[in-house]
């Protein structure tokens, strides 16, 4: 029994570490293709995704709200309930990106300049962000579609979909960056409309998915008058974690800036390179909520403590290894992306760092889908404030800034939070089973 929990959780995690590397190795091509533009390109990209990063967050924080309430309605059985949120998620969504894609239209140009950045800078900003911020509604859709999904145990469509919607937004990146035949060579601009094609092939492929799920849109109730409630109770908290920590990320982003631009390009290579090695504690978070979604909706605690012990325990033995990868093969993946001695020394330096943090990375991310899949959300959000405007922030401007360690700083100020989370989130989680344990109790 114990192997075959065991194997559920794998069969749920390895197509959602493909998908999550898949998703990744797109960002990875297009950074080293717009790395052959130059360093100032890689910047001024780099600008423009972290206000996006504050929209995904949003978009994400829905797919959690959807993920949780679905895997516990269809743990519990009940199927018409697990539909309703679906129709709610879905219009949520739709919404939300729409308020987002006008926004980016209208606004794009003072919120680029929050950043603190220089003019040459928000000049290739600008161009990327009107496009990818202004298709918003395609991604949040997607998110909340690919939340949908998973939460109902189906890992394999979402991955599948992403592998062919990377390999169009591949293609179309490199013939709309560098020029083919009589399309002319669009730089910055052409990464941006591939990506927002891109992005509106995998909504459309996820749409036609979820309509044969266990839990479909029922267009004819959709807009019906509902109850938002419980899912807008479990978004909120998890919309301001995301938002606290991509907030957070802006100012300390900023922060990065002011060392540097060539400190801030070396930084989002390095963020980059690192975003590989975390895609199995992604996976397994996934596994992890769904599973312990499904065990606490069937009011099987044991269950939902075997899944989410297995999914962190299969997350540091992958990560640990991987981070001695990251550790002696630093120099070779920093020359992919730059010739530039004194940036390549830089991204080394964050990779060692940041190579020592991956077990205790893989406990906070693991943990936080544990705790999101049995619907606690707000305790990823406390220990994301904490952590993002207390030790992170505060630690760039000590280490970075007043001690001058640089990037050095900044990355150990990152390994710093993550261990403190990591002992708060698996705090939270056991003593969440434990009240649990006596509700069920006293039924």
Request: zero cysteines; hydrophobic letters at 50%.
């Amino acid at each position: 029994m114990k192997k075959l929990k065991e194997n559920k959780v794998l069969s749920l995690a390895i197509p959602a570490t493909i998908e999550n590397i898949l998703q990744t190795l797109v960002g990875f091509i297009d950074t080293l293709m717009i790395s052959r533009i130059g360093l100032l390109a890689v910047t001024a990209v780099g600008v423009a995704n972290t206000i996006l990063n504050v929209y995904l967050a949003v978009f994400i924080a829905l797919g959690v709200g959807s993920s949780a309430l679905i895997a516990q309605y269809l743990g519990a059985n009940k199927e018409k309930e697990s539909q309703k949120v679906t129709n709610q998620s879905v219009v949520l969504a739709t919404g939300v990106g729409l308020v987002f894609s006008l926004g980016s239209l209208f606004l794009g140009e003072p919120l680029l300049a929050t950043m603190g950045a220089s003019a040459e800078v928000l000049t290739y900003s600008k161009q990327f962000f009107y496009i990818v911020g202004g298709s918003s509604v395609f991604i949040s859709l997607m998110t909340v579609l690919g939340s949908i999904l998973r939460a109902t145990g189906d890992t394999k469509t979402p991955m599948k979909v992403t592998a062919v919607v990377n390999i169009g937004n591949i293609i179309l990146d490199y013939i709309l960056i560098f020029g083919l035949g009589p399309i002319p060579a669009l730089g910055v601009v052409g990464t941006a409309i591939g990506t927002a094609i891109s992005r509106l092939m995998g909504t459309i492929l996820l749409l036609n998915r979820v309509q044969k799920s266990s839990s479909p849109i029922d267009f004819l109730t959709i807009f019906k008058k509902s109850n938002y409630q419980s899912l807008i109770n479990l978004t909120i908290p998890a919309t301001l974690e995301r938002l606290v920590m991509r907030l957070g990320q802006v100012l300390y982003f900023g922060l990065i800036i002011s060392i540097g631009a060539k400190t801030f390009a070396a930084h989002s290579i390095a963020g980059n390179i690192e975003s590989f090695t975390y895609m199995p504690a992604y996976g397994l978070a996934t596994a992890a909520a769904t599973l312990v979604g499904n065990s606490i909706g069937a009011k099987d605690l044991p269950k939902a403590n075997h899944y989410a012990y297995s999914s962190a325990k299969y997350g540091v033995i992958f990560m640990s290894f991987l981070g001695v990868i990251l550790f002696f093969g630093s120099p070779l993946f920093a020359t992919l992306f730059t010739d530039d001695t004194e940036a390549i020394n830089q991204i080394v330096t964050a990779l060692r760092i940041d190579s020592f943090a991956q077990p205790v990375l893989a406990i906070s991310l693991i943990t936080t889908g544990s705790l999101q899949g049995m619907g606690d959300t707000k305790s990823p959000l406390y220990s994301t404030a904490f952590g993002m405007w207390v030790i992170r922030v505060v630690g760039v401007i000590v280490l970075s800034k007043i001690f001058n360690l640089g990037i050095a700083g900044v990355w150990l100020s990152i390994a710093i939070d993550l261990s403190l989370r990591s002992l708060f989130l698996v705090y939270r989680f056991k003593n969440n089973i434990k009240t649990l344990d006596n509700k069920y109790q006293n039924l």
